[in-house]
Nanobody, 125 residues
Framework: QVQLVESGGGSVQAGGSLRLSCSAS?????MAWYRQAPGKEREGVAS???????SYAASVKGRFTISRDNAKNTLVLQMNSLRVEDSGVYYC??????????????????????WGQGTLVTVSS
């Protein structure tokens, strides 16, 4: 089992930046950020695999960057040029090997083994 704790959410104006962090209690092969807006289903945002392969949802590609520090078991999501539609609760997810990033979706598969509690991001116009 792995425990995940997110931090870094908050409120920002459109065009601004935020940096989310996720601390994992142990190392995992694949990690990802998902988000859920009010009234919508949870969706993949960005994911990173065992050899640092990455995947991004089309809506965030070029604006968000996912990275990991394997020595510290930390996952980071740098979010730039934020839009109102980026608002929502952002969840860190992790999956043990075997797993893979899913191209073009920001997800990991076949399915995350653990989820964080979420951190709220609010982008205002």
């Amino acid at each position: 089992q792995v425990q995940l704790v997110e931090s870094g959410g908050g409120s920002v104006q459109a065009g601004g930046s935020l940096r989310l962090s996720c601390s994992a209690s142990t190392s995992t092969a694949c990690m990802a950020w998902y988000r859920q807006a009010p009234g919508k289903e949870r969706e993949g945002v960005a994911s990173i695999g065992r050899i640092d392969t990455t995947s991004y949802a089309a809506s965030v590609k070029g604006r968000f960057t996912i990275s990991r520090d394997n020595a510290k078991n930390t996952l980071v999501l740098q979010m730039n040029s934020l839009r109102v539609e980026d608002s929502g609760v952002y969840y860190c997810a992790a999956e043990f090997f075997p797993c893979a990033v899913v191209d073009g979706t920001g997800e990991i598969g076949p399915a995350p083994d653990a989820w964080g509690q979420g951190t709220l991001v609010t982008v205002s116009s």
